[in-house]
């Protein structure tokens, strides 16, 4: 194999995969990736056997062929290589990678493509289409509530079900739970599948480096099977598995009823609460919403430290307090895009319902604390 590319594209090639990278592993030939040429491009690809990346980088190949290279050692090299560079690369029958770039010179040892694991390939006609800034939008709204504890496996993914033209997207730590559904599918699609946190951290660290303004209706191409996922987002192909096990019947936890309900500004309420969770920085510290005739109290308390403040707010009914984790209320509040926020309550033990006032496809439940 020989190329020659821009540094570049090369170090936005490697970049792009090494989220795939296994650190803990106990098959040294994840610590490489796979670089091979298909199609007059160079396909770079990662993976840790749950999770696989591939990309695309616009190259002159001069030959074709494949090799695998430590991934950490070879990205050190591109970073120390002078900005606005070409780079040719070259692989002899050794497996000897040697990089070019100006005056300078490196010889890496790789391994043979035939050592590394094989991603799965996709039947492209079982692909469907999406919008890249909707799909974008959900997963924002909702991975924040997923959980983050390995023993509860089917709760470190986010619920995607589709139905009726309508995608929703559930994520919950059993604590609190958020929701949101869009019509963006075509009717006859439909699933039920939990896709792991990990892929969708990394579609959100690559949506971050498209420019959307100059594409605002961008679509990208997703396919699902039993076990598996993968979107194809420009060029970068991301596949994982599906997290298995059945995900809880959130319907039952989402209130049915508010008896209670008071509308606040969100940037006020978000900025109140944030300076409530500064004394309840303990483990298990509370804020408490207290309301009372036109007006919201918070107040939280810790050993050294305590907080009280005010919300004018329009409520006219009986005196009603309940407790939340702080960081769970602002976590929601910090995705509500309308200017208002609406609070549903019913008892103080009942889960609460956080919705945008100006309408919206989504809603946050929070479990109240017990103080």
């Keep these: 194999m020989k190329i020659h590319c821009n540094k570049e594209d090369l170090v936005k090639g490697v970049q792009t995969i090494q989220s795939a990278l296994s650190a803990r592993t106990t098959l040294p030939i994840l610590l490489n990736f796979l670089m091979e040429t298909e199609k007059s491009k160079v ?9 696989g990346v591939k990309h695309y980088i616009p190259a002159e190949i001069e030959s074709d062929g494949s090799i695998t290279i430590p991934a950490k ?7 120390s290589l002078p900005e606005g560079k070409e780079i040719e690369l070259s692989v002899d029958a050794g497996d000897k990678v040697q990089l070019n770039c100006g005056r300078s010179r490196f010889s890496i040892i ?3 493509k035939t050592e590394y694991p094989v991603l799965p390939e996709f039947d492209k006609s079982e692909f469907f289409e999406l919008p890249v800034a909707a799909v974008g939008e959900m997963i924002r709204k909702t991975i924040f509530a997923a959980s983050s504890d390995e023993t509860r496996h089917v709760l470190n993914g986010v619920l995607w079900s589709a139905k009726k033209g309508v995608i929703e997207m559930v994520a919950t730590d059993g604590r609190r739970l958020s929701i949101i559904g869009k ?4 009717k006859d699609k439909e699933f039920s599948i939990i896709v792991p946190t990990k892929i969708l951290s990394e579609f959100m660290r690559i949506l971050g480096t498209l420019d959307l303004s100059v594409e605002p209706e961008a679509k990208m191409l997703v396919g699902v099977t039993d076990n598996q996922i993968v979107f194809h987002l420009k ?3 991301l596949l994982s598995r599906l997290i298995g096990g059945t995900f809880p019947n959130y319907e039952q936890v989402i209130p049915k009823k508010k008896d209670i309900v008071v509308v606040l500004p969100t940037k006020e309420l978000l900025a109140v609460t944030k300076r409530a969770a500064l004394c309840a920085m303990d483990r298990g510290g509370a804020v408490k919403l207290s309301l009372e005739k036109n007006k919201l109290n918070i107040s939280a308390s810790s050993q050294n430290i305590e907080f009280n403040d005010e919300l004018g707010a329009d ?3 009986a005196d009603f307090s309940v407790a939340f984790n702080p960081s769970f209320m602002a976590d929601a509040l910090k995705h509500v895009d309308s200017e208002k926020v609406s609070l549903g309550f019913t008892t103080p033990v009942n889960p609460a319902l956080i919705e945008p006032v100006e309408g919206g496809d989504y ?3 929070i479990m109240p604390m017990r103080v």
């Design 235 to 237: 060029e970068t192909i």
């Design 110 to 112: 790789g391994a043979p």
């Design 363 to 365: 809603r946050f439940v």
């Design 43 to 51: 396909k770079v690809v990662s993976t840790d056997l749950e999770m």
């Design 183 to 186: 019509k963006i599918i075509n």
């Design 315 to 317: 409520y006219s009914g």
């Design 73 to 79: 050692k070879f990205s050190d090299i591109l970073h």
